[in-house]
Nanobody
Framework: QVQLVESGGGLVQAGGSLRLSCAASGSIFSITSMGWYRQAPGKQRELAATITSGGVTNYADSVKGRFTISRDNAKNTVYLQMNSLKPEDTAVYYC?????????????WGQGTQVTVSS
């Protein structure tokens, strides 16, 4: 099992910044990627950004140029720096991890942290 604990959400005005953190613990060996997904009210959960164990990043088009994902392997923590926030970024943000063993991949989710951007 992998436990993911998020922090850093909150209320910010449009144009502001927030940094989310996600600390992983438990069976963290063989985690191949971590990332952030978000779910706005009445919408499906969608990818925001991911980063592989090798440092390869992937971003949703809607956040490119504004969000930056990074990881500190020594602290088993992944970060999401969110700049130039827009009201449409309002959502619950979930940390996500994938652990691969052989041919099997396991997914883990954090409990979510609320990000609210006021106009």
């Amino acid at each position: 099992q992998v436990q993911l604990v998020e922090s850093g959400g909150g209320l910010v005005q449009a144009g502001g910044s927030l940094r989310l953190s996600c600390a992983a613990s438990g069976s963290i060996f063989s985690i191949t990627s971590m990332g952030w997904y978000r779910q706005a009210p009445g919408k499906q959960r969608e990818l925001a950004a991911t980063i592989t164990s090798g440092g390869v990043t992937n971003y949703a088009d809607s956040v490119k140029g504004r969000f930056t994902i990074s990881r500190d392997n020594a602290k088993n923590t992944v970060y999401l720096q969110m700049n130039s926030l827009k009201p449409e970024d309002t959502a619950v943000y979930y940390c996500h991890a994938v652990r691969s063993t052989g041919w099997t991949a396991y997914e883990f989710w954090g409990q979510g942290t609320q990000v609210t951007v006021s106009s």
